[in-house]
């Protein structure tokens, strides 16, 4: 395994430290005479899970250790880290719990698209939409933990996360559209071949149907003209 993809494996695991700190508002840290809070210790947590997902993707091309594997599980390891955040989140009361389930409902579509695209042989993978819409997420979580300890900054947090909605819808839409493009017209190509295969089929069933049917025809009368022959030969005097 290579270093991109156990980055990747890293922000998975991130996820459950990411949760027990957020919910847990008793969890402080003392250090220096100061004293870090759960919900300081959490976006650290976030920021660096974050930072995870831009340096897989930069290390796999820069080495040139792009994989399906890393292709297929990096948007799994986003999506993971970002619902459990939200959801998160939404205990603590942050967050209104239909707009974390229009989002989570979203990644669940765009996941269902890919599943479906990489059972045809394609791979779809982040388009640069996805990925403005992956820092308008980590903006906006961000902004929410903040808010956890300083009201104030709720207002933004609140702008922030509409436009993580209008980029998910959009990034949506345009996921879509990819799909119907690549995975659709294969499918009815697909489909065209097993047709023409089947009329071929079909073809071939019925010649071989006529010919046997020719062949029996003339095995019978090959056999009519044997039995006419015999009787002819039956009438006949003995030769002497």
Do not use: C
């Amino acid at each position: 395994m290579n270093v991109p993809n156990r980055l990747t494996i890293a922000r998975i695991f991130f996820v459950p430290f990411l949760v027990a700190v957020v919910v847990n508002e008793r969890m402080s840290v003392h250090w220096n005479g100061g004293v870090i809070t759960n919900d300081l210790i959490a976006l650290g947590i976030f920021w660096v899970a974050a930072a995870t997902d831009l340096l897989d993707g930069y290390l796999a091309r820069r080495w040139k250790q792009v994989t399906t594997i890393g292709t297929l599980l990096d948007p799994i390891a986003d999506k993971l880290l970002v619902s459990a955040a939200l959801i998160a989140l939404v205990q603590e009361k942050i967050v209104p719990a239909w707009l974390v389930v229009l989002l989570i409902g979203r990644e669940f579509a765009v996941s269902g698209l890919r599943s479906i695209a990489a059972s045809e042989g394609f791979t779809i993978s982040a388009s640069e939409l996805g990925k403005t819409k992956t820092l308008s997420q980590v903006v906006a979580i961000s902004l929410l933990m903040i808010s956890l300890r300083h009201p104030g900054m709720l207002r933004y947090a609140d702008f922030s996360l509409y436009v993580v909605v209008l980029f998910s819808m959009w990034s949506a839409v345009a996921y879509f559209a990819k799909f119907w493009r690549m995975v659709d017209e294969n499918i009815k190509h697909r489909r065209r071949r097993e047709l023409l295969a089947a009329d071929r089929l079909r073809r071939r069933a019925l010649f071989a149907e006529k010919r046997a049917a020719m062949m029996a025809r003339r095995q019978a009368r090959a056999e009519m003209k044997r039995a006419e022959f015999a009787a002819r030969t039956v009438d006949l005097p003995p030769s002497t």
